[in-house]
């Protein structure tokens, strides 16, 4: 991996993943150059992306005024993605719920100027509203439709600039959607996460098949991240998912945790606050013990749909033996483990040191499989 910040595998992990949604490295560059020497300082780390956001929208603005809009949806939607990266990183307090708000302002104002239309759609659930972006299909008639789930510290804003068009170019609607413990539930209502992720891909799909653009027959489901677990989880027992990808594998997270919290492990993506946070617990003992229930071991053998799974050789977040574990548990005929190696890129987690290949795989995979 490209470490852009050399002893601070968080930090440069976060300038990967904002570069991975579209950022541009000599714009990050110019913000966060100062701090390659410095001490870590989570209020610089804020300051830094919160300034090159507010730069690219007073950019957006002047293309606004010229009548460029397609520059400034651009140059919006890389703001969005600027102050989510500084966000992902803040503790919560007000700090965190500027930058957010700012990035949620920053991607509508993209959308406004998009030149293809990005639909927001709510959808009814037992942890109330999940709001999500439907990414139409270039395609005539009903569309097959693949939802993209967040991981453990990323968003909905993030996840379209992640995967853009590659599905819909494919002639497949995409669903970025925030569930709980992710976006706005969490931020801006409090939701934490839950195990038994059915539960939301269950009310998500049910919204879906109501639609007379979707096809009902032909739904996938995709994670990326902590996403590992919540899209398997999900199509385990929800069978109107059809086919299923796990862009990073991920077979037993309270695992993962308690290795990372015993060896205090300098190759997390973001602070340690973040666990309890997303547990909707008050101590991290507390989150520990919950997060004990984020395993696959009695959730694969129902997973019966096509599956792939595409992991790092070099991924310092989830071994690759959890995916290993995870491909041998699946109770699927169709099912496929690829491992990016160190030698051809991508190796890193969800392949954020090279991540096209891996994009390109995935939309083309659902492409055959839907």
Known sequence: MFNYFPNNYMWSSAVMLSIMAGGELGQIDRWLAPL??????????TKAWDGAAAQQEELAEEDVRRGFRRSASARYLRASTY????????????????????????????VEHMPRPLERVEIDSPDGILP???????????????????????????LY????????DRGIACLVVDTPGTGEPLRLRGVPSRPDYEVPTSAIVDHLVT?????????????????????????SFEHRIKACVAWGGVWDYGAVWQRRWA??????????????????TDTMEQALERVKQWTLLDALPHLTQPLLIVHGEHDGAIPLEDARKALRAAGSADKELRVFTVAEGGSEHCNADDPDPARQLIADWFADHL
């Not at 390659?36 to 780390?45: I, K, Q």
């Not at 600039?161 to 819909?168: H, T």
């Open 132 to 158: 999500g972006h439907l990414i139409p299909a270039r395609a005539q008639g009903r569309a097959p439709v693949v939802i993209f789930y967040n991981g453990f510290d990323v968003t909905k804003e993030l």
């Open 263 to 280: 060896t205090r492990s300098t190759t997390t993506s973001v602070p340690f606050w973040q666990l309890p946070w997303v547990m909707g």
């Open 161 to 168: 600039g992640i995967i853009r068009e590659e599905f819909a």
């Open 211 to 235: 639609r007379p653009d979707i096809d009902p027959a032909r739904i996938g489901l995709l994670g990326i991240s902590l996403g590992g677990y919540y899209a398997p989880r999900g199509a």
């Open 36 to 45: 390659r020497e410095a001490a870590p300082d989570p209020g610089s780390w």
């Open 83 to 110: 102050y989510l990266t500084g966000e992902r990183q803040t503790a919560p307090g007000p700090a965190k719920t500027r930058s957010y708000q700012c990035a949620l302002a920053a991607f509508a104002k993209a």
